[in-house]
């Protein structure tokens, strides 16, 4: 048995906690990072624009749309599917209501499925790509633009798949500072 110090084991002890620590604030990047460029876990592409091959063989895409518990938005699909070529470029919009009497600030989190779809499902430009201000009882119809990379036939899993479905969810996020300070009462006012 070795005698250790007070201080070495109390030491040791820091850095493991320090160690595990940078692991798991590493984590989260880390693993968005990796779903980006694998598509795991329905993880969608980005491109800066439209490719140059486009199948003749056709993908039914569905669409999909719902809330974070507490989002007092509306929010639905304007279409429920399309289909489209592999490779052609989609263009889908998404509806936002606001019945609030408040500005409502919101974000959107996305995946596609079936998971083995998600690498080949490139957006374009995307509304969830920023936050989303309405006002109150403002409505916003908000445009997605994407495509079937063609590589998704050359894949074991991606190459059977006839369907694929986006789906989004808003969540309520603080009010940006400028956004805020016009929807906050004037200071000093009396009632």
Request: hydrophobic letters at 40%.
């Amino acid at each position: 048995m070795t005698n250790r110090s007070p201080g070495r084991t109390a030491g040791l002890l820091v850095g493991v906690v320090l160690t595990m620590g940078a692991l798991s604030f590493a984590a989260v990047p880390f693993y968005n990072w990796f779903c980006r460029v694998t598509g795991f876990a329905g993880t969608t592409s980005v491109a800066t624009s439209a490719p140059d091959v486009v199948l003749d063989r056709e993908i039914l895409v569905r669409f999909d749309a719902s809330k974070e518990a507490g989002m007092p938005w509306d929010f639905k699909p304007q279409q429920h599917s399309m289909r489209l070529k592999i490779g052609e470029t989609g263009l889908a919009f998404y509806e936002a209501h606001n019945p609030t009497d408040r500005t409502v600030a919101g974000t959107a989190s996305y995946n596609v499925t079936p998971d083995s779809a998600g690498g080949y499902f490139t957006k374009i430009a995307c509304f969830c790509f920023t936050e989303q201000v309405l006002a109150p009882g403002e409505t916003a119809i908000m445009p997605v633009t994407f495509y079937v990379d063609s590589e998704i036939v050359k894949d074991p899993e991606g190459k059977f798949v006839q369907e694929i479905t986006l789906s989004y969810t808003f969540h309520e996020t603080a009010l940006p500072e400028s956004q805020a300070a016009l929807a906050a009462p004037p200071t000093g006012a009396v009632n």
